[in-house]
Nanobody, 115 residues
């Protein structure tokens, strides 16, 4: 089992920045992918960004150029640096990890972008 704990959410004004963290613990042997998803009120959960164990990254079009995903393999932690935040980025952000054929989710952290 892998346990994920997210942190770093909060309230920020439009144009501001936040950095989310997600630390993995438990039985970890080969995490293939680490991802961030988000779910806004009344909407489906959507994928935001991914980083593979080789370092390659992918982003949702609407966050490209504003968000940066990174990982520290020694700490089993994935980060999401979010800049130039917009009100439409408001959502609960979830960390997701793929290890073998198993998918694990964190409990989520709230990000609210509002003036």
């Amino acid at each position: 089992q892998v346990r994920l704990v997210e942190s770093g959410g909060g309230l920020v004004q439009p144009g501001g920045s936040l950095r989310l963290s997600c630390a993995a613990s438990g039985t970890i042997f080969n995490i293939y992918a680490m991802r961030w998803y988000r779910q806004a009120p009344g909407k489906e959960r959507e994928w935001v960004a991914s980083i593979l164990n080789g370092g390659s990254t992918n982003y949702l079009d609407s966050v490209k150029g504003r968000f940066t995903i990174s990982r520290d393999n020694a700490k089993n932690t994935v980060y999401l640096q979010m800049n130039s935040l917009k009100p439409e980025d408001t959502a609960i952000y979830y960390c997701n990890v793929v290890q073998g054929t198993n998918y694990y989710w964190g409990q989520g952290t709230q990000v609210t972008v509002s003036s």
